[in-house]
C-alpha cells in the first residue's frame, strides 16, 4: 500500500483518497527503527517510538499506521488544523505519551486538531494515551491496563504537555472482555496539563477517563461514546468544566462512572441529553464527587449507587442528592431537583467541532509539475502554498470547491511562468475558492505570472512570493479561468505588500480570464502588473484597496465591472500606476455607500474608460502626482473634470460622463457562491 498524502504521479502535492488507506489487507503494523521514525514523518507515516521532539507540519495529513509513542524526554507538536488518520487497525493503532514525554496540540476555533479513521467507526482505533507523574491509587509506575504504559509518581504539578480544540473520532478498540482503549486516557496526569475544547466522537469505550492524578479539564463534548462518557478511578481530583454530553445510540452505558477511592473531582456546567434512556451518574465502590449546574434529560436512571456507596459521596449543589429510590430498586435513584440547571447550547459553545467531517477531504499543498486535475465530487482542503510550475497543469472542473485554511500568507495559489490554470466554472456550477469565515486578510488568493511584457523588464521579481515574471511574448497563454469565486484574500506580507484576491504579473493575452467575483479582499480585487490580458465580468465586493489596480504598462482591458464598496475605509475603484499602457475599461458601474474615492491615477498613468458609472464617492478622479487629465480618456475625450474646492489634484467629473447604464448583474447568480 502507498504512503497516504506524499507524493502523486508527477505531483509533489498532498492529495490523495483516505479510503484507500485503511485496507483490511494492510500487513499487521511493524515498529520500525528509531532511525526510521522521523523519516516516516517527514513522509506522513506516523508509526514508532518517538525519542526527540518534532513538530508536524499542518500542511501534511498524517497516516497513523501503528503505534506510535512519544518517549520520555520528547516531544510532539501538532500545529492547528493537522489531521492524523488512523488506520482501523483496532488495538494495534493508537498514539501514547509515555511517562517524562509531552504532547503539545495547538488546535484553534477555526482550525481543530483532527484524530479519526476514514469512517469514524467505533473501535476503529486506540485513540491518545497520556500517562503522567502525579499521584495515583495505583502507586508508583503502576503499568497501565492498555499498552503495559508505566505512569504514576509522587509530582502532582507535572506536565503531558497540551491539549486544545482536538477532536478525536472512531476509538474505543477492544483488548479483551475486560478492557478498551478510550478516546483519550489520561494515566496520572498533572495538574500542568493544560486540557480545552476537546472533543470525543464515536467512541466504542469511554469517551476520556481519568486513572487517578490530577488534570483538569474545560470544554468538552462527547458524543456516542458507548461505555461511560467521563470515567475516574485510582483517586482522581482534577475537574472537568463545561461538558456536553450527547447520547442517540442505544446500549451505552453512563454519562459518568467513577470507581474506587474518593478523590472527590468536581464538575461545573454540565449538560447530558439521551435520546435512548440510560444511566446518567454511576458511582462504585467509594467513588463521588461534587458536581454543580447539572442539566439531565432523557435518563432513565439519574444517580446509580451501584455498590452501596453512600449518597453523601456525591454532593449536587452543595448538598447531599436530593434523590428517591426508583420502584423495585435498592441503589439506583431519580433525582427530585439538582438536574435542571440551564443547558449547554452546543451550536453555540462548541461551534469548532463538525460531527459531520468528511475525512475524503484532499489537502492541496506542494509543487503541481504535470497535469494535475481535481474532482469536483471531492472537499479540497488548501493548507498552504499550491505552486504550478512551469510545464504543470492546474485543472479545476466546475463546481469544485476548496477550502482554503486561514493561514495568511502561508496559504495560496500560484501559476508560475510557463505554468497553466483552467479553471472551467460555470454560470451555475462556479469554482469557489474561499476561507471557512471568508473574512480579509484569510489567505494569499490566486497568483498568475506570464511571459508577456512589463516594463519591470524580463524575469522580473514579484512582490509576492518571489516569483519570476515578464518576457518577449504578449500573446502568452497562462491558461483559462472562467466562473470563480474568490472569497477572504489579501493577506498582508509587509507593510509595504499584500496579497491580492487575483494578481496577474506579465499575463498575456493568450489568456481567458471572464466572470470572476473577489469578495472581502484585505488588498486589491484584481491587479495587473503589467502584460497585456484582459479581463470580462468582474464583480468586485469590498475589497479594501483598490478594486481594480494596474501598473507597469499594463495594455490590457476590462469589460464589464461591478464594483460595491460598503465596508469604510477602503482606497479607490481604480488605481493605475507607473507608465501608461492605456488599458480600456468598458462598461463600469462602481457603487459606494461610505464614500471615497473613485479613480485614481498616479505618475503618468491613464486609460481609456466607456460607460462609466459612479455612485456614492466623495472624489471622483485624484491625479494623484499631477499626471495630466489627458491621460485619461472618458467617452473619447480628456477627462472633463472640476478640482473640488481646496484641492489641487482632485476632481469631480462631469455631469454625463459618470452616469452611464448601470452593468445588470442581476443575471449573474453565481457571483455570491460560497463554500
Known amino acids: 500500500m502507498k504512503h497516504l498524502f506524499t507524493k502523486l504521479l508527477c505531483v509533489v502535492v498532498v492529495l490523495g483518497t483516505l479510503a484507500s488507506c485503511s485496507s483490511s489487507d494492510d500487513p499487521d503494523p511493524i515498529t520500525p527503527p528509531v532511525a526510521d521514525v522521523i523519516e516516516n514523518l517527514n513522509n506522513g507515516i506516523m ?45 494495534e493503532v493508537y498514539i501514547a505519551v509515555l511517562k517524562g514525554g509531552q504532547i503539545f496540540i495547538n488546535g484553534n476555533p477555526s482550525n481543530p486538531v483532527i484524530m479519526s479513521s476514514v469512517d469514524g467507526n467505533p473501535s476503529d482505533w486506540g485513540g491518545l494515551t497520556l500517562c503522567g507523574k502525579a499521584t495515583t491509587t495505583a502507586g508508583v509506575d503502576a503499568t497501565a491496563e492498555v499498552g503495559g504504559f508505566v505512569y504514576g509518581g509522587t509530582s502532582d504539578t507535572d506536565s503531558s504537555g497540551n491539549i486544545s480544540y482536538l477532536q478525536i473520532v472512531g476509538t474505543g478498540a477492544q483488548i479483551n472482555s475486560e478492557s478498551q482503549y478510550n478516546g483519550v486516557s489520561f494515566y496520572a496526569v498533572g495538574s500542568g496539563t493544560v486540557v480545552n475544547n476537546l472533543a470525543v466522537i464515536n467512541g466504542a469505550d469511554d469517551g476520556v477517563e481519568f486513572f487517578g492524578g490530577t488534570v483538569s479539564v474545560s470544554n468538552l463534548y462527547l458524543e456516542n461514546n458507548d461505555d461511560d462518557s467521563i470515567d475516574w478511578t485510582e483517586g482522581w481530583n482534577g475537574s472537568v468544566t463545561n461538558a456536553y454530553i450527547s447520547h442517540t445510540v442505544a446500549g451505552f452505558s453512563t454519562v459518568f462512572e467513577g470507581d474506587k477511592d474518593n478523590g472527590n473531582p468536581t464538575f461545573t456546567n454540565i449538560t447530558a441529553i439521551s435520546t435512548v434512556g440510560g444511566t446518567a451518574l454511576q458511582f462504585k465502590k467509594q467513588s463521588g464527587g461534587t458536581i454543580t449546574n447539572l442539566h439531565l434529560t432523557g435518563y432513565s436512571i439519574d444517580l446509580d449507587m451501584k455498590d452501596d456507596g453512600a449518597l453523601s459521596n456525591v454532593q449536587i449543589e452543595g448538598a447531599d442528592p436530593d434523590a428517591e429510590l426508583i420502584d423495585g430498586e435498592t441503589n439506583k435513584y431519580v433525582l427530585n431537583s439538582g438536574k435542571d440547571a440551564t443547558p449547554i447550547d452546543a451550536s453555540a459553545d462548541f461551534p469548532w467541532v463538525n460531527t459531520d467531517i468528511n475525512l475524503n477531504d484532499n489537502i492541496l499543498s506542494g509543487q503541481v509539475t504535470g497535469t494535475m486535475t481535481l474532482d469536483a465530487s471531492i472537499s479540497y482542503l488548501l493548507t498552504s502554498s499550491l505552486i504550478v510550475q512551469d510545464g504543470g497543469k492546474l485543472v479545476i472542473p466546475a463546481g469544485t470547491k476548496i477550502t482554503a485554511k486561514d493561514g495568511g500568507t502561508d496559504v495560496y495559489i ?3 511562468k510557463g505554468g497553466e490554470i483552467d479553471i472551467q466554472g460555470e454560470a451555475d456550477n462556479p469554482v469557489v475558492i474561499a476561507s471557512i469565515n471568508g473574512s480579509p486578510g484569510d489567505w494569499g488568493g490566486l497568483t498568475i505570472c506570464g511571459k508577456a511584457t512589463t516594463t519591470a523588464g524580463v524575469d522580473a521579481t514579484a512582490e509576492v512570493g518571489g516569483f519570476i515574471y515578464g518576457g518577449t511574448e504578449d500573446t502568452d497563454n497562462s491558461g483559462s479561468i472562467k466562473y470563480l469565486v474568490l472569497r477572504g484574500t489579501g493577506a498582508q506580507i509587509n507593510s509595504e505588500s499584500q496579497y491580492n484576491g487575483l494578481s496577474l504579473y506579465a499575463v498575456g493575452s493568450g489568456t481567458t480570464i471572464e466572470n470572476v467575483s473577489v469578495i472581502n479582499g484585505e ?21 479594501d484597496d483598490d478594486s481594480i489596480d494596474w501598473t507597469e504598462g499594463w495594455s490590457g482591458s476590462v469589460t464589464n465591472a461591478y464594483i460595491s464598496h460598503t465596508v469604510a475605509g477602503f482606497s479607490t475603484v481604480f488605481e493605475g500606476d507607473k507608465d501608461n499602457g492605456n488599458p480600456t475599461c468598458t462598461n463600469i458601474t462602481a457603487i459606494s455607500t461610505v464614500g471615497g474615492t473613485a479613480l485614481q491615477f498616479k505618475k503618468q498613468s491613464g486609460g481609456t474608460i466607456t460607460g462609466l458609472y459612479l455612485e456614492g464617492y466623495d472624489v471622483d478622479l485624484d491625479m494623484k502626482d499631477d499626471g495630466a487629465l489627458s491621460n485619461v480618456q472618458i467617452e473619447g475625450a480628456d477627462a472633463d473634470a472640476t478640482l473640488i474646492t481646496g484641492e489641487t489634484k482632485k476632481y469631480t467629473l462631469a455631469a454625463g460622463l459618470k452616469d452611464s447604464e448601470k452593468v445588470d448583474v442581476s443575471t449573474w447568480a453565481w457571483k455570491n457562491a460560497n463554500l
Request: glycine share 14%; hydrophobic share 40%.
Open 523 to 543: 488588498d486589491d480585487g484584481v491587479e495587473f502588473f503589467g502584460g497585456t490580458v484582459s479581463a470580462t465580468n468582474l464583480y468586485l465586493e469590498n475589497n
Open 47 to 91: 508509526q514508532g517510538n518517538l525519542t526527540e521532539s518534532f513538530t508536524l507540519d499542518a500542511a501534511t495529513q498524517y497516516n497513523l499506521k501503528g503505534q506510535f509513542t512519544i518517549a520520555d524526554g520528547a516531544s510532539l507538536t501538532i500545529p492547528a488544523g493537522t489531521r492524523i488518520i488512523a488506520d482501523a487497525g483496532g488495538t
Open 414 to 416: 500560484a501559476v508560475l
